[in-house]
């Protein structure tokens, strides 16, 4: 058993350089000093647990750990006794987020993500025995890298934690986390738990390697690395050891914890776990109001900071006009995040993570429990649940016997506005927080003994820095007292001196912005002594005190002071405040959602009397009605009834099916995977973005479906996503189920990073069309390879199971997330949208393709496919281009805009696409080109932005005319559809509507009032004292292909500007 | 003898030749009528049965009933046509920039942040294959306008049918142009962000700050030009300063390139300080100060109404709604494309979502013609089909403004009925042929 040879005594901070613990197996340099930090605490209120408070009761700690808890225990013979009466007992906090005692990361190697003008770094620079990926870091251990740091212990100590779990935050993988505790002892003693924990997170931390640039791709990496130690278990001899997946497979059966940090990326891990029997435990960020059911879906205990926005100094109209409503509300609606996951039944736990200081801590706990978080699921949330969650509640999260003495002493209640934490026991070892200014305070008798005789004042001592002192007048007075020395100086007041203030009068303002947290009430209002003031320093000795000092001459004099009368122990009266007001949550978190009163219903729809634009045989029908029901189209035809339907009046106006864009890069959180030339394995699904305003801007413009490609950063790009813009719904319900999926190639200049500039050239390959064509080959000729180990293994497989024999020898080829899609490609499961520009590159993909048993299914962006088009309709492809884009780069040079038109009437199928989130609100418009530019009809170029793409996207079943069976997403506008002046009235989707241009109007001025609201409590904020910072432009990061400009406005930034892969 | 024209464009069959062969048309001489057009002549007049009247490249008469010599002229019927004043492309790389990834083909912007004394004419390439795409939608006239990081250089404005620049200039260095400083904290973004997650930053520096030190340098550097141009006689010559001289005589106008309400009010200091006519270039934000541009007689360019709104807050239609406000304050505005996908070939698109969303037809119109004419100091000599100004005329089977209907089937410069095939044109004949396909409709 260990000993603890040295406790500090009552009333003295802990000095760990002058007596060091020993252990056994360390020698001693001096004498042998036993001890066993025995204590009875006594007539103490002391809280076990978040439900069970007992009175009047008495802890016994020995050893570092709680022997008894109770109501009437005897007291044992040798502890010493610790009278707690009118104190309060709680178990010391654990917070589960912590990198105590951890070395930063220190970031190695060059490699471009940090410095774009570096050359990327394809390769891992991790040396040694571990996996490919530099990112993986699952070899991490905390334990190994622990330290005690007093400096840093110190500040956690003080807001009430005793125990931490500790973990290096570096890398996707980041290995173990450690049990510790805050005690500043040998490590030996204070590790609680090595292996406590393992940890993941969506940042590279310090890996340079270029592999995975976005999100997309850090979540492939998290899914094969997955399948990889999967297969590992098994020792493959081709990989050798490969200590990053022995170690991911160790460290499975310990509690997985996520860091997130945002709702749609908590969604994004969980989804992650939930693929491979895995219950993350998530650390959340800011904004999980946002998204409070989605939250509850994720079956996850949450661990949840307590940072904030700060409010902005908006003042000036012109610096508010470009901080937008979403920050705002934000702002206004941060602080009620946990009480969310309080109300929503969500198991959570709180951290200190994130805060900009721990001294922040507890002013933002305060301000949770403002805006509705309870006390009791606080007391909760940093004891029980962290303890439970780690599987450590047999040694922390309660005060009962055999735990360890981690323990808070306050004086009162916890969570009243004036406690304070006086003592933080961890261990068994006192740390003083606080010395209980309340105990001091009362009235004294002083006396002053010096040549000119005795006299004696009163002293009204308020707290540890306040008195107010008097004889016959009162005198102008300073007074400091730490628990044991004494400091008294005064004077005469003079006239003009008024009576001083003290800090208990002060705003709570005031007091609390001294760091935070109970206790540090301010000082230093009072006034300036004269100099010869009479000077008083002198020692406690409990209820009388005793000193020297000098006098206004400079003559030395002796004085005491004796308790007349203690203080009265005031209850606190501080009124629990309300709630505060707070805007409405809307779907999205965007201008222009709805709350939850407004949500936009399916509804029966007839539109009477309009030309319809059906997109089938009957072609454009005039005066002829429209009926959606249940979110189908039910009926097109001329007097048309239906009671339940909302009927419009379609007169003069023109109906089409809803605009499909094929080629879109709104909605999404990243793009680009750069950091291969293949990366098949990543999935815009993975990413979705419902908080795109780009949605409904696109909504406004007819747009009913989009398809959210991958980037056109390498050769095989990443899977694709069809949505469909239900404007307010979340990432998974965004998308178009039950169609085949798709993914992007690339051809040209961006492949070859033709247009990058980096400095001693491009060295990923391909550099050339010709490499372009051998990564194509060589990527089919693995995936066939691929294809058939797995065939042999099932046949194999289903031999044995046929002969009943066991498979238990037969081992299962690597599942390869990147050959797997491409396997799909080849069996017809996935169809390729290829960006590709001139004919010598597109001639060359369909020859691969022809060679290795696949169709390119569309060409997309395809602006020489006027060249070879008879040889795209010989393999079979489809065409989506854009209508009259050229001369932004030079594999464009020879782009036209009869492009469209000579492939169509050479017989492909044609559509025309954006790639660009403005000009997908005027797709209609660039349809019409098609007719200016090469005189297809209008019914044609009109397919061209909704039948086409249905086409190629192979939804057509589904979408993209006016056909009885199809969805209802359907488009009313104001003028003929292909004018310049047409403008969408409606644009519905499944038959609600989800843009209204009316209701648009309505809204603009919904935002306006919400704004000035929002500007106004911001300023009410900023008048009222508090701090803010500049008002910061809200910026938005728009994700583009990567090929071309755009004209995005003052506040957008492309994402290809931050982020260099 | 009477000769008649019948403008049909697909009578332009011209074999697959290179744009090279395309010859700038010969100078007009004699009489030249239009006829029987519906005529919008920019000023927001629209004359029915219309007659234009050139002579020597010049529009002599223009109106309802105009009597045509049975003499040796031309005479082109225009029957069921609309016909335009040549449009004007008022801010636009054209002629600086042929390919804008390749570094050799960019004569756009030059080094350093005080270069009045550039001029982007001297760059303009009468051979780049980008003006007669311009030609074929209507656009006759452009504003070749340098790019910088501050003050760029002079531009001056082109004719798109010419041999080489000097016979290209129609008004040359008139405008100097500044890139204000943006007067905003730049973004700090970590990476993938969500929505509403992870605080901002703030900036290390205070831009706004930054940006006004640059601008008062700029006014500095003003007054030593006043202060020099004063002078009989300089003990050395000083050519940044010999640039502006147009400036303080209004021989040039100040072109500011600024979009936030801050820059704008910035930019009033030159009209206030230094009396100069300014023009805004980009104005996206312009709408909120209407009034005061109105004042200061501030005339704006908008650079590019098909953009996403400033703000995620913003109206969803603002920037096609900005023109309709600049209008109706009285602002003399001129609308541009300087889309780098599409070169300027969408301008009378661009004007015709401005009429769409609150201009009149008209107006719109007159935001790439009369109005571009009227903020480049040409309006004498075009902008509208008004007498006495050069036959810069446009002829469309249909609204011009509207892509659905615009087939633009002739064009006229200073008379010169111009040949408008261009490279597209080109290469889609060649592949018409090459698949034997027949157009339904003519280029």
């Known amino acids: 058993m260990r000993k603890l040879k040295r406790l500090a005594g009552a009333g003295l901070l802990l000095l760990l350089a002058n007596v060091s613990i020993s252990q056994p197996t360390f020698p001693e340099n001096g004498v042998a000093d036993p001890r066993h930090g025995h204590f009875a605490f006594t007539n103490a209120t002391i809280v076990k647990d978040a439900g069970t408070t007992i009175t009047n009761a008495t802890m016994v700690v020995k050893d570092g750990k709680i022997v008894a808890v109770g109501s009437g225990l005897k007291i044992p013979a040798g502890a010493v006794e610790v009278d707690c009466k009118g104190k309060y007992i709680y178990p010391s906090f654990i917070d589960v987020y912590a990198d105590y005692g951890i070395p930063q990361p220190q970031r190695t190697g060059g490699g471009g993500q940090f410095n774009p003008s570096q050359q990327p770094q394809l390769e891992t620079a991790t040396k040694g025995a571990y996996g490919w990926n530099q990112a993986i870091k699952s070899d991490a251990e905390a334990y190994r890298m622990f330290a005690v740091d007093d400096a840093k212990a110190k500040p956690l100590r003080e807001a009430g934690f005793g125990t931490v779990l500790t973990h290096i935050k570096d890398g996707i993988a980041r290995g173990t986390g450690a049990v510790v505790s805050l005690a500043s002892e040998k490590e030996n003693l204070v590790i609680i738990k090595e292996r406590a924990s393992a940890h993941y997170s969506f940042s590279k931390g310090t890996s340079t390697q270029s592999y995975p640039g976005s999100m997309m791709g850090m979540i492939a990496l998290l899914r094969q690395t997955y399948l990889d130690a999967q297969w590992y278990k098994n020792k493959p001899a081709a990989e050798g050891l490969n200590l990053s997946l022995k170690a991911w497979n160790e460290t499975q059966d310990l509690p997985q914890i996520f860091e997130a940090g945002d709702k749609w990326n908590n969604l994004r891990a969980d989804r992650i776990g939930d693929e491979f029997g895995v219950q993350y435990i998530i650390k959340a960020g800011q904004n999980e109001y946002q998204r409070i059911k989605e939250m509850k879906g994720t079956n996850a205990t949450f661990i949840l900071p307590l940072n904030y926005p700060q409010a902005q100094d908006v003042e000036d109209p012109n610096d508010a006009r470009f901080v937008s409503l979403q920050d705002m509300k934000h702002w206004e609606m941060a602080p009620a995040n946990a009480a969310a996951f309080e109300k929503a039944g969500i198991p959570f736990c709180l951290t200190t993570a994130d805060l900009r200081s721990v001294n922040q801590f507890w002013a933002n706990l305060r301000k949770a429990m403002e805006y509705g978080l309870s006390e009791n699921k606080v007391m909760e949330a940093l004891t029980k649940t962290p303890a439970i969650t780690l599987g450590i509640y047999d040694k922390v999260g309660s005060l009962e016997a055999g735990k360890l003495g981690n323990f808070l002493i306050a004086n009162g209640p916890l969570f009243n506005e004036k406690t304070i934490i006086l003592q933080n026991w961890v261990q068994g070892i006192k740390y003083t927080v606080k010395e209980d200014a309340a105990s001091v305070a009362g009235t004294y008798s002083l006396t002053v003994t010096s040549l000119s005789g005795k006299e004696t004042y009163t002293l009204d001592v308020k707290n540890a820095s306040a008195v107010t002192m008097f004889a016959k007048d009162t005198l102008n007075s300073k007074f400091s007292f730490d628990g044991k020395l004494v400091k008294i100086s005064y004077a005469p007041m003079t006239r003009r001196q008024r009576p001083v203030m003290n800090p208990g009068q002060m705003p709570d303002s005031v007091r609390r912005t001294g760091g935070g947290f109970p206790g540090r009430g301010g000082s230093g209002m009072e006034q300036a002594l004269p100099v010869t003031a009479t000077r008083l320093s002198g020692v406690s000795n409990g209820t009388e005190w005793n000193g020297t000092g000098t006098d206004s001459l400079g003559n030395p004099l002796t004085w005491t002071a004796s308790l007349v009368k203690a203080a009265e122990a005031k209850t606190d009266s501080v009124k629990k405040k309300d709630v505060p007001a707070l805007g409405k949550i809307v779907y999205p978190f965007e201008p222009f959602g709805w709350d939850e009163s407004q949500q936009p219903k399916q509804e029966n729809i007839l539109i009477r009397n309009a030309t319809v634009w059906t997109n089938e045989k009957e072609g454009v029908l005039q005066n002829t009605?429209?009926?959606?029901?249940?979110?189908?189209?039910?009926?097109?035809?001329?007097?048309?009834?239906?009671?339940?339907?909302?009927?419009?009046?379609?007169?003069?106006?023109?109906?089409?099916?809803?605009?499909?864009?094929?080629?879109?890069?709104?909605?999404?959180?990243?793009?680009?995977?750069?950091?291969?030339?293949?990366?098949?394995?990543?999935?815009?699904?993975?990413?979705?973005?419902?908080?795109?305003?780009?949605?409904?801007?696109?909504?406004?413009?007819?747009?009913?479906?989009?398809?959210?490609?991958?980037?056109?950063?390498?050769?095989?790009?990443?899977?694709?996503?069809?949505?469909?813009?239900?404007?307010?719904?979340?990432?998974?319900?965004?998308?178009?189920?039950?169609?085949?999926?798709?993914?992007?190639?690339?051809?040209?200049?961006?492949?070859?990073?033709?247009?990058?500039?980096?400095?001693?050239?491009?060295?990923?390959?391909?550099?050339?069309?010709?490499?372009?064509?051998?990564?194509?080959?060589?990527?089919?000729?693995?995936?066939?390879?691929?294809?058939?180990?797995?065939?042999?293994?099932?046949?194999?497989?289903?031999?044995?199971?046929?002969?009943?024999?066991?498979?238990?020898?037969?081992?299962?080829?690597?599942?390869?997330?990147?050959?797997?899609?491409?396997?799909?490609?080849?069996?017809?499961?996935?169809?390729?949208?290829?960006?590709?520009?001139?004919?010598?590159?597109?001639?060359?993909?369909?020859?691969?393709?022809?060679?290795?048993?696949?169709?390119?299914?569309?060409?997309?962006?395809?602006?020489?496919?006027?060249?070879?088009?008879?040889?795209?309709?010989?393999?079979?492809?489809?065409?989506?281009?854009?209508?009259?884009?050229?001369?932004?780069?030079?594999?464009?040079?020879?782009?036209?805009?009869?492009?469209?038109?000579?492939?169509?009437?050479?017989?492909?199928?044609?559509?025309?696409?954006?790639?660009?989130?403005?000009?997908?609100?005027?797709?209609?418009?660039?349809?019409?080109?098609?007719?200016?530019?090469?005189?297809?009809?209008?019914?044609?170029?009109?397919?061209?932005?909704?039948?086409?793409?249905?086409?190629?996207?192979?939804?057509?079943?589904?979408?993209?005319?006016?056909?009885?069976?199809?969805?209802?997403?359907?488009?009313?506008?104001?003028?003929?559809?292909?004018?310049?002046?047409?403008?969408?009235?409606?644009?519905?989707?499944?038959?609600?509507?989800?843009?209204?241009?009316?209701?648009?109007?309505?809204?603009?001025?919904?935002?306006?009032?919400?704004?000035?609201?929002?500007?106004?409590?911001?300023?009410?904020?900023?008048?009222?004292?508090?701090?803010?910072?500049?008002?910061?432009?809200?910026?938005?990061?728009?994700?583009?292909?990567?090929?071309?400009?755009?004209?995005?406005?003052?506040?957008?930034?492309?994402?290809?500007?931050?982020?260099n892969e | 003898m009477r000769k008649i024209f019948i403008a049909i464009s697909a009578l332009f069959m011209i074999a697959a030749n290179a744009q090279e062969t395309v010859l700038p048309a010969k100078e007009q001489k004699g009489l030249l009528f239009i006829k029987n057009a519906t005529i919008h002549v920019g000023n927001g007049k629209v004359i029915e049965n219309g007659t234009i009247k050139i002579k020597d490249g010049k529009i002599e008469e223009v109106g309802a009933n105009l009597p045509i010599p049975m003499d040796d002229v031309k005479v082109f019927d225009m029957k069921g046509k609309h016909v335009y004043p040549g449009l004007i492309l008022p801010t636009s790389t054209l002629g600086l920039v042929e390919i804008s990834s390749v570094r050799a083909t960019q004569d756009s912007r030059e080094i350093g942040d005080m270069n009045p004394n550039v001029r982007a004419l001297v760059a303009y390439n009468t051979d780049s294959k980008v003006i007669n795409t311009l030609r074929s939608n209507g656009v006759l006239l452009a504003n070749v306008v340098p790019q910088g990081s501050f003050v760029a250089g002079s531009s001056s404005v082109v004719q798109l049918d010419a041999w080489n620049w000097e016979d290209a200039a129609y008004k040359t260095d008139a405008g100097i142009h500044v890139y204000m400083p943006s007067l905003m904290p730049r973004p700090s973004f970590g990476r993938f962000g969500g929505g509403g997650g992870g605080g901002p930053q703030a900036p290390q520096v205070d831009p706004v700050k930054e940006g006004l030190e640059k601008i008062e340098g700029l006014k500095s550097f003003f007054k030593e030009a006043k202060a020099y141009h004063a002078e009989t006689a300089h003990e050395e010559t000083n050519l940044k300063f010999e640039a502006v001289k147009g400036l303080f005589n209004k021989g040039q106008k100040l072109y500011v390139h600024a979009n936030t309400v801050k820059q704008t009010l910035v930019a009033l200091d030159f009209v206030k300080e230094f009396g100069f006519e300014v023009v805004l270039v980009g104005g996206s934000e312009s709408y909120q100060v209407a009034d005061l541009l109105k004042q200061n007689n501030v005339s704006v360019i908008l650079q590019q109404p098909h953009s996403l709104p400033t703000g995620q807050d913003d109206d969803v239609d603002q920037p096609y709604k900005t023109a309709a406000a600049l209008q109706k304050a009285g602002v003399l505005f001129a609308i541009s494309d300087d889309d780098p996908q599409t070169r300027g070939r969408n301008l009378p698109f661009n004007a015709g979502t401005a009429a769409a969303y609150g201009l009149s037809k008209e107006e719109a119109l007159a935001a790439i013609s009369l109005n571009a004419a009227k903020i480049m100091g040409v309006a004498d000599k075009t902008g509208s089909i008004e007498v006495g100004k050069d036959a810069n005329i446009v002829v469309s089977e249909g609204d011009l403004l509207d892509m659905r209907t615009s087939n633009v089937t002739d064009a006229f410069i200073q008379g010169r009925k111009i040949d408008l095939t261009d490279k597209h044109k080109l290469l889609n004949e060649k592949y018409e042929q090459k698949y034997e396909l027949k157009t339904k409709k003519g280029f």
Request: proline share 3%; net charge negative.
């Open chain 1, 625 to 1059: 009605d429209v009926l959606i029901k249940n979110g189908k189209i039910a009926a097109v035809g001329k007097n048309l009834t239906e009671a339940t339907a909302r009927v419009i009046d379609g007169t003069g106006k023109h109906v089409t099916a809803g605009i499909i864009d094929e080629h879109s890069h709104i909605a999404a959180a990243s793009i680009n995977e750069g950091g291969q030339s293949v990366t098949s394995e990543v999935r815009i699904a993975d990413n979705l973005n419902p908080d795109d305003i780009n949605i409904y801007r696109q909504l406004s413009g007819g747009v009913t479906t989009s398809h959210i490609l991958h980037g056109s950063a390498n050769v095989i790009g990443g899977q694709t996503q069809l949505i469909k813009l239900r404007w307010g719904a979340n990432d998974d319900d965004l998308k178009l189920k039950g169609w085949p999926g798709q993914i992007k190639f690339a051809l040209g200049e961006n492949v070859k990073r033709s247009n990058f500039s980096i400095p001693g050239g491009n060295n990923r390959y391909p550099d050339t069309r010709m490499g372009v064509e051998q990564v194509l080959i060589d990527a089919f000729t693995r995936a066939k390879d691929y294809q058939q180990d797995w065939k042999e293994y099932n046949t194999a497989k289903e031999k044995l199971i046929k002969e009943k024999k066991s498979t238990a020898s037969l081992l299962a080829p690597r599942r390869d997330l990147e050959l797997e899609a491409l396997v799909e490609i080849l069996e017809k499961k996935r169809f390729i949208t290829c960006h590709s520009y001139v004919q010598s590159e597109i001639n060359g993909a369909m020859e691969v393709a022809n060679k290795m048993g696949y169709t390119v299914n569309t060409f997309t962006h395809i602006l020489e496919g006027y060249k070879v088009a008879d040889k795209m309709k010989k393999h079979g492809s489809f065409a989506s281009t854009f209508s009259d884009w050229w001369a932004y780069k030079m594999e464009v040079e020879d782009a036209i805009p009869y492009n469209a038109a000579i492939m169509q009437k050479v017989g492909l199928t044609v559509a025309i696409n954006s790639d660009d989130a403005e000009m997908a609100r005027r797709l209609n418009h660039e349809a019409a080109k098609i007719v200016k530019y090469g005189g297809v009809t209008e019914e044609e170029a009109l397919k061209m932005v909704t039948l086409n793409p249905a086409i190629m996207l192979h939804v057509d079943d589904k979408v993209g005319s006016l056909k009885v069976g199809k969805d209802g997403d359907v488009v009313l506008w104001s003028d003929h559809p292909l004018s310049i002046y047409a403008k969408s009235l409606y644009t519905i989707v499944d038959g609600t509507i989800y843009f209204d241009r009316q209701k648009d109007e309505q809204l603009q001025k919904e935002i306006d009032m919400e704004r000035l609201r929002l500007v106004r409590k911001m300023n009410g904020e900023k008048r009222s004292g508090a701090p803010t910072i500049p008002a910061q432009p809200s910026y938005q990061i728009m994700h583009t292909c990567s090929d071309h400009g755009h004209s995005h406005g003052l506040l957008v930034i492309d994402a290809d500007d931050i982020t």
